[in-house]
């Protein structure tokens, strides 16, 4: 019986979860839009990841040899000015080594494995450069990952969640007025897409602006902004890498309550 009842409770709570995603919207006048920013700007960071492996029948061998590499690569990485404070390493991890030997259709134990992961950031395309000019890879030192990052992201997601808010308030006013209304408060605010009997859903909903830069030709305008970052001369040379745009996308739901 108390199976049943504790059974029974689970299923009210679930369908009343349900029920109040479906029913997220007030039973007064109302209208829903969304409000969204684009944002491109170009990464001033670049993070590598290096990995440091070594097999051998001594697993002391295999640590020194790993050990031996990463030391090389931390006076590799100050060289080309990575700071300290920018590199960070991982703990030696030390598992058994097998490989499967069809003839016999068994795993070999073939020895111990040491390996090491190191990250570094650097602060300039050149300084990334120069590293990988001077860094010879191998079975036991690898890359598998360069990434960009951009150091005043948190800032650029701010003005963007800003603008996104301005954009949703302005698409209510327009929509609004145009139907003889206007906007009386607000019920709720969301960067989830809501799900509702109206059939929309967050896969469904229209595609995002594209903010664009704008400045000094048009002026600004709500959904046309700029971010721009600087970009370091052009060598005569062409360089290994080249560095692209990074878009930051921002997008929140807001109910307005209607007022005649």
Do not use: C
């Not at 069809?102 to 602060?123: D, H, I, P, Q, Y």
């Not at 301005?166 to 145009?178: C, F, G, L, N």
């Not at 969301?190 to 059939?199: K, L, M, R």
């Amino acid at each position: 019986m108390k199976a049943r009842t504790f059974l029974f409770l689970l299923a009210s709570i679930a369908v009343g979860d349900a029920v109040a995603q479906v029913n997220a919207l007030p039973p007064t006048r109302h209208i829903l839009v969304y409000g969204d920013a684009q944002a491109r700007a170009i990464p001033d960071r670049f993070k590598i990841t290096l990995n440091f492996e070594s097999v051998n029948l001594d697993p002391d061998a295999a640590r020194r040899s790993v050990e031996a590499n990463v030391q090389k690569v931390l006076e590799q990485l100050r060289s080309a000015g990575v700071p300290d404070n920018e590199i960070v390493a991982t703990s030696l991890s030390i598992d058994s080594k097998e490989r499967y030997d069809e003839k016999t259709e068994e795993e070999v134990f073939v020895g111990t494995e040491v390996s090491r992961t190191l990250t570094a950031r650097f602060s300039s395309q050149k300084e990334l450069e120069t590293f990988l000019a001077g860094i010879k890879t191998s079975r036991e030192l690898t890359i598998s990952d360069v990434s960009t990052q951009l150091s005043d992201e948190p800032a650029l997601r701010a003005a963007l969640r800003e603008k996104t808010i301005a954009s949703s308030r302005e698409k209510a006013d327009v929509i609004a007025k145009a139907y003889g209304a206007r906007i009386s408060g607000i019920y709720s605010v969301s960067d989830v897409a809501p799900q509702f009997d109206y059939g929309i859903r967050a896969g469904t909903w229209p595609q995002t602006f594209d903010w664009i830069d704008t400045f000094g030709e048009r002026g600004r305008t709500l959904d046309r902004i700029q971010v721009a970052g600087a970009r370091e001369a052009a060598p005569n040379a062409a360089t290994s890498l080249q560095t692209g745009y990074v878009t930051f996308q921002d997008k929140i739901y807001t109910v307005f309550l209607l007022a005649d």
